[in-house]
């Protein structure tokens, strides 16, 4: 099973919302990312997540709080958004955070639009 | 730092010709990886092949081939005989390998739009 999955799809929700986007994979892999794409924009790295601890945090604001309950799932808790967030959001995994075989592999994304 | 410039914002061709997508690289490391990846309009991005900066070998798959040059600093990526599903955006993206992680760099994109 060569799949990363996410959920939901698409989400819109107001400013004021509190929502969590989900993200799984069951390649045994132990780092996992989430990114953030902008249109005709490439993907961003947010967040790193090694053997379920958080690695690597480029600057993300606040409002956005990954979440990595075990090895197989991570989450995105999205709170007091604006619009300029609105974005495709691309979860990710690969083998190891470090080592010659770490192509990620990504899920569908989740296309957010906050309004 | 690490730079990855694909100068090929938008190319377009007709079904069954023969397509070339540019990707040149800076790195100071002696040892890196570059990836090819495809993202079509529903998003997800596919991962369709890693090289080694110790493996200069060229490969193929299928219709794709990938010419990697170290003296050249490029990696480029041909679609022979191309089809209306090859349409998409394609990404080159290169990680060093400096220090515990490895940050993955994207170039800008090359959208490809094969036309019936």
């Not at chain 2, 050249?72 to 599903?85: E, G, M, R």
Request: proline content about 5%; charged content about 20%.
């Amino acid at each position: 099973d060569t799949e990363v999955t996410q959920t939901p799809k698409h989400l819109v929700m107001g400013m004021t919302n509190k929502k969590s986007l989900k993200c799984e994979q069951h390649m045994g892999h132990r780092a996992m990312y989430w990114y953030k794409q902008k249109a005709k924009k490439p993907p961003e790295l947010m967040f790193v997540y090694s053997y379920e601890k958080l690695s690597i945090n480029e600057s993300v604001p606040s409002r956005f709080s990954p979440e990595c309950p075990n090895s197989s799932l991570l989450n995105l808790h999205l709170h007091a958004l604006q619009p300029e967030d609105s974005a495709l959001y691309l979860c990710a995994s690969s083998q190891e955070l470090a080592g010659p075989y770490n192509e990620q592999f990504f899920g569908p994304g989740t296309r957010l639009t906050v309004l | 730092a690490q730079k990855v410039t694909q100068a090929q914002t938008e190319i377009s061709v007709v079904e069954k010709e023969d397509v070339t997508l540019d990707c040149v690289y800076e790195t100071r490391d002696t040892t890196y990886y570059l990836f090819w990846y495809k993202q079509p309009p529903s998003g997800e991005l596919v991962f369709l092949i890693r090289r080694n900066s110790f493996d200069e070998q060229n490969e193929i798959s299928g219709r794709y081939s990938w010419n990697f040059q170290k003296s050249t600093s490029s990696f480029n990526f041909t679609i022979t005989a191309s089809q209306v599903v090859d349409s998409a955006v394609y990404f080159c993206a290169l990680r060093e390998r400096s220090g515990g992680y490895q940050k993955v760099t994207f170039g800008t994109g090359t959208k490809l739009q094969v036309i019936p």
